[in-house]
């Protein structure tokens, strides 16, 4: 009785050893596989651009300076062909005033392109103040990750742009991004959004949207040059992210942001 | 001793390897060239971003033609200010040299735009000026130059 019961445990031993060195030398077999596979470029969707040579673009606002002019947002839309009726925008200012009884208000007229109007008087106000909005250009972009056909991309030089030609107009990106940065173009039929204006980087040029700012309220810079001046900003103010609980790897900065801002 | 090999196993290794080398035919042929160079996109669409025109010009292709605007400017609070800022996109004017194609915005609710008053703006970001007490029915611009707005013109 005790004797066949230790040799059926011998039987189980053995077996389970043998299934253990067949999983073991199979995981090793397709670990090293797959480093093979991934250092010779054929897994193309692993492929990480770490191109140190190319800048890695950054935007910081400066709301202490915003005066709420809308000549950012009027800008973008001549620069870009954006539609000028209001509800398509890729740049524009919001008003928030905090009330004395803790309620916010904000207004954004058509993108704040017309100007700024108070419309809560003087003495009811606990503060107020203007927030530019515009794509974060997330290094982790919400948006880029729900596209459906690979239309939406993080450029190597840190830009989240959208291929005309590839997007389906499925509006996923529209709802994924936390920041309302995206529409549908009403002609095109197919996502449109900030480009940081991509085509003026390309000519060393500004974008639209700074080339205009009355007040130098807002920059872009390069975050690898540490001696920078964007870097240089971030190193010497306060700076935030809108939503940062949502680890969207946002690299548009805000200095004074306050608490109400959403 | 041969080892027994069904007919259908032959057949079906036959069906799979058409249907592989067609998908991999296909894939071949509706994957553009450059997807996936830098990422799961097409490489490409950068460059289509590169061939749109530009239409501001920067002050810099201004002051080729109106260095006394500069000059101007210069001496006063609006030096910081870019044409283009109040002017509009310059990109078509600066090569045409046509009046037509460039703004002159006149009027206070365009001075407004940065200088009314408004309990958001910083007080020591942009002067201040209460509209609907200074001044009432007058054009900003007929006392005040906008190149130089405090060199008054009466």
């Known amino acids: 009785m005790s004797q066949s019961a230790s040799t059926m445990g011998n039987e189980k031993i053995g077996s389970s050893r043998r299934k253990f060195l067949k999983s073991a030398v199979t995981l090793a077999g397709a670990t090293i596989g797959y480093t093979w596979l991934k250092s010779s470029q054929i897994l193309i969707f692993a492929a990480e651009p770490k191109d140190e040579t190319l800048p890695w673009y950054g935007i910081a606002i400066d709301i202490e300076k915003c005066i709420g002019c809308g000549s950012c947002a009027k800008a973008c839309k001549n620069e870009n062909d954006v539609p000028k009726e209001p509800f398509f925008f890729r740049n524009w200012v919001e008003q928030y005033t905090v009330k004395n009884d803790g309620t916010v208000d904000i207004v954004s007229p058509n993108g704040g392109i017309d100007g700024f109007v108070q419309r809560v008087p003087d003495e009811d106000i606990f503060k107020s103040f203007f927030l530019p909005k515009m794509c974060n250009h997330c290094a982790k972009s919400p948006c880029e990750q729900v596209c459906p056909v690979g239309a939406t991309f993080l450029s190597p030089e840190g830009v989240v742009l959208v291929d005309e030609k590839y997007c389906i107009g499925c509006r996923y990106c529209v709802q994924a991004c936390p920041y309302g940065c995206r529409f549908i173009h009403p002609v095109k039929k197919v996502a449109n959004k900030c480009t940081l204006c991509y085509h003026r980087l390309k000519k060393n040029l500004a974008p639209a949207c700074m080339e205009v700012c009355p007040t130098g309220a807002r920059m872009y810079g390069n975050l690898r040059d540490k001696q920078g001046p964007l870097v240089k900003f971030l190193k010497e103010h306060t700076t935030q992210v809108l939503r940062p609980n949502l680890n969207t790897g946002a690299k548009l900065y805000y200095n004074a942001l306050s608490s109400e801002a959403r | ?154």
């Open chain 2, 1 to 154: 001793m041969k080892r027994y090999i069904p007919p259908q196993i032959p057949r079906l290794a036959l069906a799979f390897a058409i249907v592989i080398s067609l998908f991999l035919v296909l894939r071949h042929l509706l994957i553009p060239d450059t997807f996936g160079k830098y990422g799961p996109y097409r490489a490409a669409s950068m460059d289509d971003y590169s061939t749109i025109e530009i239409h501001y010009a920067g002050q810099q292709a201004c002051f080729e033609c109106h260095q006394d605007i500069e000059d101007l400017k210069a001496l006063d609070v609006h030096s910081g200010i870019h044409c283009e800022t109040c002017h509009g996109p310059g990109q078509k004017h600066s090569t045409s040299a046509e009046a037509a194609d460039i703004l002159k915005p006149t009027g206070r609710e365009f001075c407004g735009n940065c200088h009314m008053m408004n309990a958001a703006r910083q007080k020591d970001a942009v002067l201040q000026v209460d509209l609907t007490k200074h001044n009432i029915g007058k054009n900003c611009t007929e006392c005040h130059n906008p190149h130089q707005p405090w060199e008054m013109k009466k």
